[in-house]
């Protein structure tokens, strides 16, 4: 008997980020996490752990996200991205709606 290949499927995840706003986009091809928002340092760490058990078990994407995006320059959105971009630093692209400025520098 012939296997028949699984359709591609895709998997919303509403991250656990307080009251804040993250998603993690998951293909069978990649992964688009939309904003990087936390409540709170809790809300981070909660949010960093949830990227970090995503990834092990998607071994296949390598840590990697295609994309980021970032809806608006909010903390309920943004507060995460640094962590996020340092955890994950081969992630592909960061893209925006509204312009915002993101360095991944540290500082002085």
Known sequence: MRR??????????FLPAGQ??????????GATLIDAGAQDA???AR???YLD???ERR????????L???THNHSDHT????????RSPRFKTIETIMPIQVSLDTPP
Not at 4 to 11: E, F, T
Not at 20 to 29: G, K, R
Not at 59 to 66: A, E, G, H, I, Q
Not at 79 to 86: F, G, H
Request: aromatic fraction near 4%.
């Open 4 to 13: 028949v290949a699984a359709q591609p499927v895709m998997r919303a995840h």
């Open 20 to 29: 804040a706003h993250s998603t993690l986009l998951e293909f069978s091809c």
């Open 42 to 44: 809790e809300s981070v």
């Open 47 to 49: 949010l960093l752990s």
């Open 53 to 55: 058990q995503s990834f």
């Open 59 to 66: 071994t296949d994407l390598n840590k990697t996200s295609d």
């Open 68 to 70: 980021i995006v970032i």
């Open 79 to 86: 507060q995460a991205l640094r962590e996020v971009a340092e």
